[in-house]
């Protein structure tokens, strides 16, 4: 049984998501001012159209006209390098961007103040939530019932948001999930409160996308490279009917935490044409390219080895019969430690 949820493609967008724009801060979430500036002077020369946010997500929920290439260039956490590295390249272009803050960090050592996002958000960027202390919300505290669990995420969220608008004078009902990290008790508690949300699992996407899981391009340490920035520019939403991730007994899994007796999910797609499907290659994190079978419209993939303990995702790509652009669709996992416990943040 597969669970619907893609019909085709009309217009369709990319998101783009950076957190340090330095050479000093921690290199897994940093790009050199350097070579971000080469990757807006790509989009600049070759035809892109950079949308704000809030335009972009507008205009594909109304079903109105787009661009053929159109991205959204984020910024998660509010860092320092954000005002003093990238809004001057970002000016230069004429490019709108998001900042999604941490209510409770703005002012902070290394981050932006109150003072220099309104300067932003005077000049047509959005500035957006990113909950108030940066938690991982899928994680329950020691001895936290559910109830007492829904609680504190959902003020997490509203609190953040009563913030920007005290701070600010609005909010725009934006959210970025700290870590890329949800489960669907994390997409309920963001859509009862009229949040469109945002992960760190990659990918085009169109109007039938996941408005509380919406795939956003991470550029950090060592994904940050021209090649593969242009790859992903490029890309265009996998044109699928259906999208089943199971434990590899037939059981559906609809969490991205895996339970803790299963380390190679089986991710099952349902293409739009058996043409494309013996097209489709899948990609495992840490794994390199891994096995797919293919029968009819469908392709099921599980990766060869064990999921490590963290986050992961399994990537999968085809041939879009446009010369340089490809299909894309990720899927993304957790696993905890062997132990049960968290793994930690490096």
């Known amino acids: ?106 002012g902070g050592a290394g981050y932006m103040n109150w003072n220099e996002l309104r300067e932003l958000a005077g000049e047509g960027n959005t500035i957006a939530n990113h909950t108030v202390s940066h938690p991982h919300l899928v994680r329950r505290l020691e001895d936290e019932s559910q109830a007492q669990w829904r609680v504190r995420i959902k003020r997490e969220m509203s609190a953040a948001e009563a913030v920007l608008r005290n701070k600010l004078g609005h909010s725009p009902k934006l959210l970025a999930y700290p870590y890329g990290e949800y489960n669907p008790g994390v997409q309920a508690l963001a859509k009862e409160l009229s949040l469109i949300a945002f992960a760190q699992h990659s990918g085009a996407f169109d109007k039938n996308v996941d408005w509380q899981a919406m795939p956003r391009f991470a550029f950090g340490g060592a994904y940050t490279a021209m090649a593969g920035f242009i790859d992903k520019m490029n890309s265009l939403p996998m044109p699928l009917k259906a999208v089943r991730v199971s434990d590899g007994q037939g059981q559906q899994l609809a969490d991205p935490l895996l339970p803790m007796a299963v380390s190679r999910p089986v991710l ?30 469908t392709v099921s993939t599980r990766p060869e080895q064990s999921l490590p303990a963290g986050r992961s995702r399994i990537n999968c790509t085809a041939a879009s019969g446009q010369r340089g652009r490809f299909y894309w669709y990720s899927e993304f996992f957790m696993r905890k430690r062997a132990d049960g416990s968290w793994y930690p943040e490096p």
């Open 1 to 106: 049984m597969f669970l619907l949820i893609y019909s085709g493609s009309i217009a369709a967008a990319v998101i783009v998501q950076y957190h340090h724009v330095d050479t000093e801060t921690p290199a897994a979430t940093s790009i050199s001012p350097d070579l971000f500036a080469q990757h807006m002077t790509y989009l600049a020369d070759h035809d892109f159209e950079v949308w704000a946010l809030p335009r972009l997500l507008e205009a594909l929920r109304n079903g109105e006209p787009m661009p053929e290439k159109v991205v959204a260039i984020t910024f998660d956490d509010g860092y320092a390098s954000v005002y003093s590295e990238a809004m001057p390249v970002l000016q230069k272009y004429d490019f709108p961007f998001t900042v999604f803050v941490n209510t409770a960090l703005v």
């Open 268 to 297: 099952t797609l349902q293409l739009n044409t058996p043409e494309l499907a013996q097209q489709v290659s899948c990609f495992a994190s840490g794994q390199g390219r891994i096995d797919v079978q293919v029968k009819g419209h």
